[in-house]
């Protein structure tokens, strides 16, 4: 009986199913392994190619003075704030380094062939722009924050007006939260409770400025109306002057 099973094991179905799974999976390895090759040299390439355009930009950025302009402008006070040690210019390069090696990462993983890969990779650079023009969005958003901030501090203190820090604070919040909510929209995350969220944050800032300026402001109004009446009553003649 143990004889005529293993000869029913060796020569019957049970081994035609091992040695066609076998088949099987060496015909798929020898179609996958130059995919693999290929998705692996992409990626060696990619990542050079990253390199070697990182240094360029950052070449050229500081050739143009461009970290003096982000001085300038406050962007690099943008960055530190963020805890970003690098020059603008190597954020800059990096940046690009990323993005052309992560590029060049989705198409080396396209060269598998594989479904699910290739769906997520289309995915990726359809939603790719999106991500480009929130953080644009983002980066732009705080450089005029910085400025309008500025801006306002200037006017304040000009104006003698109460808590003029203040004043810069609150300007620079709203820019952001701006900022921050039209970067959202613009990933298409959760479109409707940013909007919301938005106009709640706006409404409770504005009132509190308001409150703010009419608590603060009440000696400032009263001298000035004070002011305006005694120079009426200065202005109108006296009823008894031709007497």
Request: a neutral charge; aromatic letters at 12%.
């Amino acid at each position: 009986m143990g004889v005529l099973t293993r000869r029913w094991i060796m020569d019957g179905p049970f081994t035609d199913a091992v040695m066609t799974t076998l088949e099987k999976f060496y015909e798929g390895l020898e179609q996958f392994l130059p995919n693999l090759l290929a998705a692996l040299v992409i990626i060696a390439i990619g990542w050079l190619v990253a390199w070697v355009l990182k240094r360029l930009i950052r070449r050229a950025l500081v050739l143009a003075r461009f970290d003096q302009f982000c001085d300038t402008t406050g962007a690099s006070q943008v960055l530190a704030r963020a805890d970003i040690r690098a020059a603008p210019s190597e954020c800059a390069g990096r940046f690009a380094f990323w993005i052309v090696f992560i590029s060049f990462l989705m198409i080396g993983l396209s060269a598998l062939n594989v479904g699910v890969i290739d769906r997520l990779i289309a995915e990726f650079f359809m939603y790719l722009p999106k991500i480009f023009a929130a953080l644009l969005i983002l980066f732009v958003g705080f450089l005029i924050g910085n400025f309008l901030s500025r801006a306002a501090l200037l006017a304040a203190v000009n104006a003698n007006m109460p808590s003029p820090r203040a004043i810069s604070l609150v300007v620079k919040f709203l820019i952001a939260i701006l900022a921050f909510a039209m970067a959202l929209e613009q990933l298409e995350i959760a479109t409707s409770i940013v909007t919301a969220a938005f106009i709640i944050a706006f409404g409770a800032v504005m009132l509190g400025l308001a409150l703010a300026f009419g608590l603060g402001g009440r000696d400032v109004a009263r001298r000035v109306l004070e002011k305006q009446f005694l120079e009426k009553k200065e202005q109108e003649p006296d009823e008894f002057s031709h007497i």
